[in-house]
């Protein structure tokens, strides 16, 4: 008899001891769920705000010095900008290809030149492309002498950051396309004031009306005639300024200043 005593008096114990236990887990489990991490408190850093992560409460941490991004090394600083340091401390433009006009490198040029540069300076450079003709700012003449003796990299740098009305065209362009686009330039130039002495010896010159009529295409050697329904240009009514600039030569240059107060009035 006091053998089984014993022994319910052992299962009661155990008893409670589960009973413990159990209250333990469920007090555990009461804890984490007030403790949870919703998913709108998200445990990430957030660009602009703040971070208890870091000693200094930052979620964006400061660049590492003189680390450059993948890809983004240019260390060929001409090649990137299209100017050198000068002796005086200035930029300096110069007359130099940073890798070889190769043919291939001129017929992409042509091909960017072709569909980016003539609607403003026309296939040949003259600056009187279609858009011209119907009332724009005249573009530049790529063949006067103000052009001629520009060093090559100023159109690379001109087709970087822009000139006068003409936009960049850094989004359009890639730099090693602008490059190309820039020896194309120098190579129009020259075709255009090219005489018989260039040609090489025992080379044929034709003119390019005859070389149209050849292939078939008689009327591209013949005038353009634009048809009824084109867009014509009017004359420039210079009140209204310059076309795509504020006006350079106003017809009413007069200038007024208002007054800061009334004017004292004139003693009688």
Not at 217 to 225: C, F, G, N, R
Request: charged residues 20%.
């Amino acid at each position: 008899m006091e053998q089984g005593t014993g022994n319910r008096e052992q299962g009661s114990g155990g008893g409670g001891q589960r009973g413990a236990s159990a209250l333990l887990a469920l007090a555990v489990l009461m804890l984490i769920s007030g403790c949870r991490q919703d998913m709108q408190n998200q445990p990430k850093v957030i660009p602009q705000r703040g971070s208890e992560m870091f000693a200094d409460h930052r979620g964006a941490r400061p660049q590492v010095v003189n680390t450059v991004a993948r890809g983004q090394l240019r260390e060929d600083s001409y090649f990137y900008t299209g100017v050198v340091e000068g002796a005086n401390g200035y930029r300096e433009e110069k007359d130099l290809m940073p890798f070889p006009a190769t043919l291939e490198v001129l017929k992409r040029g042509q091909e960017r030149f072709n569909i980016y540069c003539t609607p403003c300076h026309s296939r040949v450079g003259n600056g009187l492309g279609e858009i011209v003709e119907r009332g724009y700012k005249p573009a530049a003449n790529l063949h006067d002498q103000v052009r001629l003796a520009q060093p090559l990299s100023h159109y690379y740098y001109v087709m970087t950051h822009g000139y006068g009305a003409m936009p960049d065209y850094s989004a359009q362009l890639t730099p090693i396309d602008r490059w190309a686009v820039a020896a194309y330039i120098r190579a129009l130039q020259l075709s255009q004031a090219a005489t018989a002495s260039d040609v090489p010896a025992g080379a044929q010159v034709r003119e390019l009306k005859d070389i149209a009529t050849d292939e078939g295409h008689a009327e591209y050697a013949q005038p353009w005639t634009l048809p009824a329904t084109a867009v014509q240009a009017y004359g420039h009514d210079l009140k209204q300024g310059n076309p795509a600039l504020v006006p350079a030569n106003p017809a009413d240059p007069a200038i007024t200043v208002p007054l800061s107060k009334p004017a004292p009035a004139a003693a009688k």
